[in-house]
């Protein structure tokens, strides 16, 4: 659903629940909703009740009076507490009189309106139950009317081969997830994923062969990657997945499972006649460092995922090295300096004549290691993401830094090599 429907469905809840409190002369009112993916109630609209109070409410279904009208699915008028037919927990209730109407979508119960407190003191009647009933169907519709709407927004970002989601998810949501990581200082990951000899099987086997490749990758990824990823198909053979609060240690792990699941898959009887195997290339890069912004992650990740093929498939993690590959866009872009060395194994590239680039005192404060420098760039290692870390460091030593993450118990042994090697530190 359009931000534009949202508002209209959201202002059209608002102005039904007015008018239920309105006609029915109710000074406290309430509507709750059932939760997305839960089987709770949470106050969606009310009148008359604090707002710590609102945030606090959860029902469950058969949990007093709301939760009762939820599961029968019938509405209840009381207009004297002595015929309610459940008591509180204290035995007695803050009203005399209420009435709660559900709120059904098919035989859906969806949610709850409640109204208690008559303005003029006299208890509620068949016709406040009658109202409630009629506004409560036009709630309904407007929570079919909501759903649908997103139902076609989501058809509108799935493709319709693999049922990922399509290009157009994926450019709105790097956006929200790029600008959402540099808000909370985390690392995102980006997966940029090839099917290795796909025109090969397009060619050879036809297209509807290469439509069921296709899916097995898909089905891969679906098994392979967190709750909260974001597993898209790219276009043609090449795939993207957004990896939310993850380093390339956790990236390499979700690559990892795909390429063991992508193993596992069940490929169509003239491949498997043929004794072919489903082959991946995956690029691995994170944003906010080294990549600069969306589209560098994008270019970085690729690049990353050309050189793996080119080596034959498999996993590959972006480095800045891989600047003149295949795509041969990406520099350096902090001050037009050369590029740095990326630290694909600190105990690899981390020498003793290094550590004279970062003072004693910081490397011990931030558990840092420097793994290598080229001009005015310095690389160095960090456990996790540290802004901080990398401002001071960046004054201590007077280069443009290019920090980059590792484990901790791989810097410590990194430290630990170059202490015995270098009697210092």
Do not use: C
């Not at 990549?291 to 080119?310: C, H, I, Q, T």
């Not at 160095?380 to 201590?396: C, E, F, G, H, T």
């Not at 430290?415 to 210092?424: A, D, F």
Request: aromatic share 6%; net charge negative.
């Amino acid at each position: 659903m359009d931000s534009h429907s949202q508002r209209r469905a959201e202002d059209l809840l608002d102005s039904i629940f007015k008018v239920a409190t309105e006609l029915v002369r109710g000074e406290r009112a309430s509507l709750l909703l059932r939760e997305d993916n839960s089987t709770d109630f949470v106050i969606a609209r009310a009148v008359g009740l604090a707002d710590d109070v609102m945030r606090r409410v959860r029902v469950k279904t058969g949990e007093g009076v709301v939760g009762l009208v939820a599961q029968s699915k019938r509405p209840l008028l009381v207009r004297h507490v002595s015929s309610a037919p459940i008591q509180s927990g204290e035995g007695t209730y803050r009203s005399d009189s209420f009435v709660s109407v559900p709120i059904l979508v098919g035989d859906d119960s969806r949610g709850v309106l409640s109204v208690t407190d008559r303005n003029d003191g006299k208890p509620f009647d068949d016709a406040d139950l009658e109202t409630l009933e009629l506004l409560a169907g036009h709630i309904g519709q407007v929570l079919v009317m909501q759903e649908q709407g997103e139902a076609l927004q989501r058809l509108a970002e799935t493709d319709p081969l693999t049922w990922l989601f399509n290009r157009r998810h994926f450019d709105r949501r790097l956006e929200a997830e790029t600008n959402r990581a540099l808000r909370a200082e985390h690392l995102l990951a980006l997966l940029m994923l090839d099917v290795d000899r796909f025109k090969l099987y397009n060619d050879r086997y036809g297209h509807a062969v290469g439509d069921e490749v296709l899916k097995a990758v898909a089905a891969a990824v679906k098994q392979a990657v967190r709750l909260y990823d974001v597993p898209t198909r790219y276009g043609g053979d090449e795939f993207a997945i957004i990896l939310p609060d993850a380093d390339t240690e956790a990236a390499t792990r979700v690559a990892t499972r795909i390429l063991e699941k992508a193993a596992e898959a069940t490929l169509p009887p003239e491949l498997v006649a043929a004794r072919e195997r489903l082959q991946l290339s995956i690029g691995i890069a994170t944003f906010p460092r080294p990549a600069g912004d969306a589209a560098a992650l994008v270019e970085s990740a690729d690049a990353a995922m050309y050189r793996a093929k080119e080596s034959g498939g498999g996993i590959r993690v972006w480095e800045h090295s891989l600047g003149e590959g295949p795509r041969g866009a990406i520099r350096s872009r902090a001050l037009n300096l050369p590029a740095a060395p990326y630290l694909a194994d600190p105990a690899r590239l981390a020498t003793a004549e290094l550590q004279r680039h970062l003072p004693h005192a910081l490397a011990s404060e931030w558990n840092a290691v420097v793994v290598g420098h080229e001009g005015q760039v310095l690389t160095v290692a960090l456990p996790q993401p540290n802004p901080a870390a990398v401002d001071s460091i960046s004054k201590a030593t007077g280069f443009a830094v290019y920090p980059v993450f590792s484990n901790a118990a791989d810097l410590e042994a990194t430290r630990r090599r170059l202490t015995t090697s270098n009697g210092s530190k």
